[in-house]
């Protein structure tokens, strides 16, 4: 069996990792793939958005699936141009991952299918955005309608935060088309969460949950960033909470999707907002989370590639997972400046001791080889996970080995785990 996964960063080293120990033994490409991945598959110089290059080499190598990491290539209709080729895939079309890459199209298909979420306002007009501040409590949230990499949303604490913020989007067009109209929504209280399923169309297969720890700084204070850490599972997702998300968010979104035409094949990932125990939406994303990835695969005991293969065939209804009873905890280290301007190309020092550390996975994100050194080659530069019998032994021991690891400017959050009831 031949499988390619598109992508080249932490979560796609978790799929690759994932597949790599499946008993099909499947031979795994990578476009383009990382350093870390390197040691697992076949990295090929192809980037996710040339969908004409990735085709032509999926038939010169029959491949028989293919694995869609980031949500550009899914949102640019990279699905479609696959089946097209009748090439399997697993991911949403364009249609279906605009449940995603416009935040607009899913405020107003969350409200047609009752799927409960923060009430809202859209803008496209400078102006009229800041006109309606006044009558806004804050904090308050403003996010730009299509895609900007995890960064597109503003937690506002006053109205002059919220009005750079307006203008960032609208006047400064510092997100390009993607901001070019933006919601403006009331800020949810209580705890996050992530929950994310296997959807093959109709059945909905959750994985195990998980919490992403999105800003930049201890204590969820600085800048939203494409996320800093995760834990598996997270505490607060269990029982009547479970059926609730399934049954109020996850379902009626699968069922709404296939009533509009544009039935989901892929990872939907509700980001979730739970207070008092009821679950609200904060958002839906249409790919595995990262890191969520690097904390929830490790803990998956059935095989990734049988379950890819029972939802392209329309059977996950049929499947039922087996999952480690380990916790686990992911720490993510990022470039000095991430979320802004950052440099790169550092050296990075360490990653031969992890070896030692029992438990630990390094899953590469934004790295480069030159020779025999591993550089810094993104925001987001590894993410660090840990396995152990409760969450306090998977902290200490991605903490540990995160110690071990050092380059010019490194940053990471040190309390990931650590406010878990």
Request: one cysteine or more; aromatic letters at 6%.
């Amino acid at each position: 069996m031949n499988i390619l996964v598109i992508g080249s960063g932490g979560r796609e080293h978790a799929f690759v990792w994932s597949l790599s120990r499946s008993k099909q033994n499947p031979k795994i490409f990578c476009a383009p793939g990382n350093p870390g991945i390197a040691a697992l598959a076949e990295c090929i110089d192809i980037q996710p958005s040339d969908g004409e290059a990735l085709v032509r080499f999926a038939k010169e190598k029959s491949i028989d699936i293919t694995l869609v990491g980031p949500e550009m290539p899914l949102a640019e209709g990279l699905v479609d141009l696959f089946k097209v080729n009748h090439l399997p895939i697993f991911g949403p079309t364009k249609a279906a991952a605009l449940l995603e890459s416009s935040k607009i199209h899913s405020k107003e298909f969350c409200d047609r299918h009752h799927i409960p979420q923060a009430n809202y306002k859209i803008f496209d007009n400078a102006l009229e955005a800041k006109e309606s501040l006044s009558r806004k409590s804050y904090p308050l949230v403003i996010k730009a309608n299509g895609l900007a990499f995890g960064k597109g949303v503003s937690i506002c604490q006053n109205e002059a935060e919220a009005i750079l913020a307006i203008d960032k989007m609208l006047v400064e067009k510092c997100f390009g088309e993607a901001g070019c109209r933006i919601v403006i929504e009331e800020f949810l209280k209580g705890e996050e969460a992530s929950f994310i399923a296997v959807v093959d169309g109709k059945h909905v297969l959750p994985l195990s949950s998980a919490r992403d720890y999105k800003r930049l700084l201890n204590g969820d204070k600085g800048p939203n960033t494409g996320g800093m850490g995760s834990i598996s599972p997270a505490t607060i997702i269990h029982g009547d909470l479970y059926e609730k998300v399934m049954e109020r968010i996850m379902i009626p979104a699968v069922r709404g999707m296939a009533a509009e035409g544009a039935p989901f094949v892929g990872f939907l990932y509700a980001g979730l907002m739970i207070e008092n125990g009821d679950p609200h939406l904060l958002e839906f994303n249409v790919r595995m989370g990262d890191p969520e990835a690097q904390v929830i695969l490790p803990r998956l005991k059935t095989d990734l590639v049988s379950i890819i293969e029972a939802a392209l065939a329309g059977r996950l209804g049929d499947m039922l997972l087996s999952w480690e009873t380990k916790i686990s905890a992911c720490v993510v280290m990022a470039s000095g400046g991430y979320p802004e301007e950052y440099e790169t190309g550092f050296p990075i020092q360490g990653l031969e001791e992890l070896s030692d550390i029992s438990g630990v996975l390094a899953f590469h994100s934004g790295t480069k080889k030159n020779g025999t050194h591993i550089l810094t080659a993104g925001g987001r530069v590894l993410g660090i996970t840990g396995l152990g019998n409760d969450l306090q032994a998977a902290l200490d021991c991605a903490y540990e080995a995160v110690s071990k690891i050092s380059w010019e400017g490194c940053q990471y959050r040190t309390d990931i785990g650590r406010n878990q009831k």
